[in-house]
């Protein structure tokens, strides 16, 4: 998990994706990982992708706060920045 995301704050969103879809193969329902791949997905502007998989983890996962706070990040802005906001990047 720590490799995908080190790729996806690098700029490898592909690499990162794949990464992560290849741990949650073997462990599908891993908060950590599906909350990473939803961030993942969010940066690479996959916002449709993103939804489905918290979607598809709320029946185990709804009063989980990682779970919360990805669909929160998911349903907020639609994974882009803000207007006003202080990200440079």
Known sequence: MFVSDTLRTEGD???AIREQ???LEQAPENI??????????????????ARALLDQARPVYAANFMWRAARGSATSGGGQPQRGSTDDG
């Open 13 to 15: 969103v592909p690499g």
């Open 21 to 23: 879809e290849r741990i």
């Open 32 to 49: 950590s990982g599906i909350s990473l791949l939803t961030l993942t997905y969010l940066d690479s502007g996959q916002v449709d992708k």
